[in-house]
Every structure is written in C-alpha cells, then in structure tokens.
C-alpha cells in the first residue's frame, strides 16, 4: 500500500468503518481526513469527521438547509437519520445519531 504511514492508516480505518463504500466516495473521504487541520488528529477520528461532513454535504439536504438559513447545528440535527442511513448502507456501524465529534466543517 502507498503512501505515507498516516495515509494507510486512513485508508485501513475507512475499510473497516465503511466497507461498501463507493470508490468515488472513498477517494473524496480519504482527501478530506488528509486536509492540514485534521493532521494533528488519530487517523481513525480524522477519517469518522471526514466521513460524515462527505455524507452530509454529497448525499443529504445539509447545503440546502444551510442555504435556507439553518444554522450548522440545526442543519446536522434534520439530515442525522439521512447521514446515518448512508452510514448503514456503506456497511458502518458506527452512527452519528449515537453521539458526532465536532466535524470539521
């Protein structure tokens, strides 16, 4: 496997979190855990806060809400059954229903 010790480490938490994740998506995750500002972060908690701001913006009304003026709050409480839904049919176990770290967006 390529890349940086920290890279890998990424890529094998987003195997074992998400397995049937779409490729598609997996590449976006993964460049997003690799931002700068989740550097100082254990791979695992930078790819479960970049996991979830993917779903959110990509596959859930999140932007639209915001758009409409939700605040960030608001907008993460409406689409939390939508993100967790997608969380569950990518093989996650994880919910962010059961309690979501601060994500980074």
């Known amino acids: 496997m390529a890349g940086t010790k920290r890279q890998q480490a ?5 195997r074992a979190l998400a397995p049937g994740i ?10 997003l855990a690799e931002r700068r500002h989740m550097k100082d ?8 806060l970049a996991l979830g ?3 959110r913006h990509v596959h859930t009304d999140y932007e639209r ?3 409409e003026g939700y605040d960030r709050d608001a907008a993460r409480f409406f689409v939390a059954d939508d993100t ?3 969380l ?3 093989g996650c176990q994880r919910s962010v229903s059961d309690g979501e770290d601060d994500a980074s967006d």
């Open 10 to 14: 990424i890529r094998r938490a987003l």
């Open 22 to 31: 779409p490729l598609s998506d997996a590449e976006a995750v993964v460049t």
């Open 41 to 48: 972060l254990p791979p695992s908690t930078a790819l479960w």
């Open 53 to 55: 701001s993917h779903i």
């Open 65 to 67: 809400l915001l758009g």
């Open 84 to 86: 967790d839904a997608v």
């Open 88 to 90: 569950a049919g990518w």
